[in-house]
């Protein structure tokens, strides 16, 4: 598998250039984290980690590599590429159902970090008016796709029937897609909304309540690679909600906002921007108050029910797991949220 070299550019420079401070840190383990696409403010309290010397306290040093999709970060891991990977829940329990070991420890984004995006005057208003329609995604297999086809298909339609995913990418593609009208709405993370936004595309999101309490993206592991280094998965949670715990105050933003320049310039270049796209993220982090006493990470197993009857539902799984509990774990979330 290759890596999105031009995407990663930038983050592999970052992650040089942080870490070349650490040889003097002995008992460094080195380990790759692969996230399905580049920017830094979307995986912020990771890059928060990275820039506080989080990670170099538990004894890793972190290279961050950015892919395409969810679905290219677990074959990374399958094929032993990265020992931790950031996708979302759809493509995981996909990936377990076709026997891939691979186990959620950590749910990054408890509120939902996909919505469905229309042309703020386009006259569309609720997933209904989008029969017939062509609906712009990242990737064909992301999260955002299963995200988007249980809404249409709770609304009673059907892929290939009643509208259309068109792959259109991220970000300022995905806005060139708007503006020549190959696109009729579009399906993507708060990050690409805030960069249409930025493009000067007046958007309404027209997602129903009930799906932004669908969690997205978090942090994965294969389960052979936990049972066997179960110091490195306890260190990353723990720098992780360290991180976490850093964005999260506003005496930081101005750090938080070079740690985040650091792990992708580009985005860093327009400090504004960056700064509305950093607090609409940690907002998406943040446990909802029913969920807020057990800490980042957390993973409301009624929340995983949620997801599978809505993958069964829209064909994306054929059946129930037997032990659905099997692809996710808690067990290290108290410990991680302790200190």
Known sequence: MNFTKGLVKGVAVAAVSVFGFAGAVAAQTDITVAVPNPSA??????????????????????????????????????????????????????????GLDVVFIYNLYPKSVFGLLVKADSGLAAPTDLKGKVIGVGTADGAEVSFARAILNDAGMQEGEDFTFLPVGDGGTAAVAFLRGDVDAYAGAVSDAAILANRGLELTEITPDEYLAYFGNG????????????????????????????????????????HMAAGNPSEGEDRGFAASLLAAATERMTPTDAYIEHGFGYQPPEHWQTWQ???????????????????????????????
Request: net charge negative.
């Open 41 to 98: 403010i979307t995986w912020a309290p990771m890059w928060a980690a990275v820039g506080e010397g989080y990670f170099e306290a538990e004894g890793l040093n972190v290279d961050v590599q950015a892919v395409d999709g969810s679905s290219q970060v677990l074959q990374a891991m399958s094929a032993g590429q990265a020992q931790i990977g950031a996708p979302g829940p759809g493509p995981v329990l996909g990936a377990r159902a076709r």
């Open 219 to 258: 942090y994965a592991v294969l389960a052979d690679y936990m049972a066997e280094n179960p110091e490195v998965v306890e260190g990353f949670g723990r720098a992780l909600v360290k991180g976490m715990r850093f964005i999260s105050d506003p005496a930081n933003e101005d750090a938080a906002l070079d």
């Open 309 to 339: 009857d809505s993958l069964i539902s829209s064909g994306d799984l054929e059946k129930p797991f037997d032990d659905l509990t099997a692809g996710y774990s808690n067990d290290m979330i108290e410990g991680w949220n302790a200190e």
